[in-house]
């Protein structure tokens, strides 16, 4: 247990995370130990309710002795006294935070979930719990943890679109929140490994990489290959880990992946032979990729802001490049395997695609999931002809914040047509009318020719 040697007042003004409790305790006068009011005044505010919690919170704040505990019980008991209090969600978020700092972490998950349940797009809070789940190693606890990350990779996803600028500015901004998205995938990717589920564990991990490089990530990637027995790919990626490039790197820690490395490497090849020849040649391979310095944190495609300068996955690992589309009219429909009208607007774009069969016209359904892992059972359930490929930052650069949805760029590339939703009606007829539109408009060829 520690106590601190501050006064309760500032104890709770720090703690409010720019919710100060300052608010309440202007309402307290008392608060200070020093009653500014008349004796004729105080019979006639023990009829206020607003008064009696007044006082009673008073009390409760008074009597810490500064000690952290104290006032975390003397806050449970008000809350069990007035559970209806106006000042509910501030008191909470008290109670968590100083938990938290008292190393509580019982405590924090208690209250943290009654109020992420009145703020549940607090990041700050999520990852608050996210701390204290973390010292919680049964599978219950890893359960909400899963929930909980997964929440905060929706939101950081969110952020980033948001933080992305058309002309590339405000890079701070995008590198700030790639971060914390690349580190929230890690942090789930962890939680699925705890768990035995390998597969999404690599899934988040290899998310991790993607959005922001990094050593640690490699060296997640190689532990969930080795669990898997698949050490050449193991030793490829904890090469990888112990030769990246990092500004202050962990030494200690990288004496650890050098041991992981050398196991690898002895387990395949029953020497260290060539083992130095790998590590120089991943060295290299690495500062080439990474020479631009300020990329070494963005996305794949993150430094393209034309869609059709992106190259993309398909299912089966082949690339698609969107250059291959340049000059034609294409229809790009958003979608993800959770998303149910996603799945009837999939069966709808089916329809469109048979009526333009020998059009000039080219269909991609882009993905957007974030465990790839279903998309495949998912295809060969719905029977799918159109093709598909990954997002991989695409849905960033086109601003997608809702599925399903749907666009068609014209010959020069740009967005003629965009719906987001779908209307079951009236989709087959309306897409069709717009995608007719834009495939009867001159070629730039045939307009600049006039």
């Given at each position: 247990m520690r106590t601190r040697n501050v006064s309760a007042t500032k104890v709770l003004v720090r703690c409010l995370l720019g919710l100060s409790l300052w608010v309440v305790c202007a309402q307290v006068p008392l608060l200070a130990g020093q009653s500014t009011a008349k004796p004729s005044e105080d019979k006639a505010k023990t009829a206020d309710p607003d008064a009696v919690e007044q006082e009673a919170l008073r009390k409760a704040l008074q009597s810490t002795g500064a000690n952290p505990l104290v006032l975390i019980k003397n806050l449970e008991t008000f809350l069990e006294r007035f559970p209806e209090t106006h000042r509910r969600e501030i008191i909470l978020r008290t109670i968590c935070q100083e938990a938290s700092e008292a190393n509580a972490p019982a405590v924090t998950i208690k209250y943290g979930q009654m109020l992420i349940a009145m703020a549940p797009e607090d990041s700050t809070l999520l990852s608050l719990l996210l701390d204290a789940l973390d010292q919680e190693k049964d599978a219950a606890h890893r359960t909400l943890a899963i929930d909980y990350s997964t929440r905060l990779i929706a939101m950081t996803e969110?952020?980033?679109?948001?933080?992305?600028?058309?002309?590339?500015?405000?890079?701070?901004?995008?590198?700030?929140?790639?971060?914390?998205?690349?580190?929230?995938?890690?942090?789930?990717?962890?939680?699925?490994?705890?768990a035995g589920t390998l597969d999404k564990a690599k899934a988040d991990f290899e998310k991790s990489y993607e959005v922001r490089p990094s050593a640690r990530a490699a060296e997640c990637l190689g532990d969930v290959a080795s669990a898997q027995g698949d050490i050449a790919r193991a030793a490829d990626y904890y090469s990888s880990a112990f030769t990246f490039p990092e500004k202050e790197p962990d030494l200690a820690h990288r004496w650890e992946v050098r041991r992981k490395l050398g196991n690898a490497y002895a387990a395949l090849h029953h020497s260290d032979a060539g083992l130095g020849d790998l590590v120089l040649a991943r060295s290299d391979e690495l500062m080439r990729q990474f020479a631009a310095g300020p990329s070494l944190g963005r996305a794949r495609n993150a430094d393209r802001h034309n869609p059709f300068d992106y190259v993309l996955e398909r299912p089966n690992g082949a690339p698609l490049s969107l250059a291959d589309y340049h000059g034609k009219v294409v229809v790009l429909d958003f979608w993800a395997t959770w998303c149910g009208p996603c799945r009837l607007e999939g069966r709808l774009l089916e329809q469109v695609i048979e009526r333009f069969r020998n059009e000039p016209a080219a269909f991609l359904a882009v993905n957007v999931d974030e465990d790839a892992s279903r998309v495949a059972a998912f295809l060969k359930e719905e029977k799918w002809t159109v093709p598909v490929a990954y997002a991989q930052g695409l849905d960033r650069l086109l601003g997608v914040n809702g599925l399903p949805t749907i666009m068609i760029f014209d010959r020069q590339g740009q967005v003629?047509?965009?719906?987001?939703?779908?209307?079951?009606?009236?989709?087959?007829?309306?897409?069709?009318?717009h995608l007719r539109e834009a495939l009867q408009q001159p070629t730039s060829a045939t307009a600049s020719s006039r």
């Open positions: 969110k952020r980033r679109s948001q933080a992305v600028q058309p002309d590339g500015e405000d890079h701070a901004e995008q590198e700030k929140v790639t971060r914390r998205l690349a580190t929230a995938y890690a942090r789930r990717g962890s939680y699925y490994e705890d003629v047509y965009r719906q987001e939703g779908v209307d079951p009606e009236g989709f087959v007829e309306e897409l069709g009318k």
